[in-house]
């Protein structure tokens, strides 16, 4: 694909990307605010899992996203400021369901 075509074909796609979120909280006072901006951007949000791991008094998500970079990247560091919450993302290759 030349780089002409490709550049079309991001603006066709609208830039997003898709990604997995991975975030371990071990301070539940971060819940509350985590949650609300997760809220925030949920229009990029595919898909949620979490898991209360009880037994290490952690919880456990992963987030499926479709947004633009910036955006992902923005939430994770967002995320990832807030107090006792690890955040890491992994992007797919593919930007769109055609490309």
């Known amino acids: 694909m030349s780089l002409r075509s490709y550049a079309y074909h991001q603006e066709e796609c609208h830039g997003t990307r898709v990604a997995v979120m991975s975030i371990i909280v071990e301070n539940q006072d971060s819940v509350e605010r985590l949650n ?34 910036d955006t992902i990247s923005a939430l994770a560091g967002k995320l ?3 107090k006792g919450v690890s955040v890491k ?9 055609n490309f």
């Open 36 to 69: 609300g901006l997760l809220h925030d951007y949920g229009e990029y949000i595919i898909g949620r899992m979490g898991i209360p791991y009880r037994q290490k008094k952690i919880n456990i998500l992963s987030i499926a996203l479709d947004a633009p970079q």
């Open 80 to 82: 990832g400021n807030l």
């Open 89 to 97: 993302t992994a992007y797919s290759h593919v930007t769109c369901q």
